[in-house]
C-alpha cells in the first residue's frame, strides 16, 4: 500500500485551527484520510482551477496529487461560504 507525504501550507494550517471542535477533528482526521486514499468516493475534481475538493460538513479541503513524489498538498480550508472567494 502506498502512503502519500501531506503538505499543508502555513496560512491554511492557522485557518485549520481556528476551527472549532468537533468540526476540527473530523477536517483533521479527513485530511490524514487522504494520505491512505487521496482519491477518496467523494472527492471531486475542481474545474476552473486544479486540484480536489473534498467535503466535511460544512466545510471544504481543496487540495492537489502528485502521483509521481506521492504528496497531497492542501491548498486550502474552509467555511463552504468562504472557500470558494
Known amino acids: 500500500m502506498l502512503v502519500y507525504q501531506l503538505l499543508i501550507e502555513k496560512q491554511v494550517q492557522k485557518r485549520l485551527e481556528k476551527i472549532p471542535e468537533p468540526d476540527y477533528s473530523r477536517i483533521k482526521n479527513a485530511i490524514l484520510g487522504l494520505t491512505l486514499n487521496p482519491r477518496p468516493p467523494d472527492a471531486k475534481k475542481l474545474k476552473g482551477r486544479p486540484g480536489y475538493r473534498i467535503r466535511q460538513g460544512?466545510?471544504?479541503?481543496?487540495?492537489?496529487?502528485?502521483?509521481?513524489?506521492?504528496t497531497i498538498f492542501i491548498l486550502d480550508a474552509g467555511h463552504r461560504k468562504d472557500i470558494y472567494e
Open 58 to 70: 460544512n466545510y471544504r479541503i481543496i487540495y492537489d496529487i502528485n502521483d509521481f513524489i506521492l
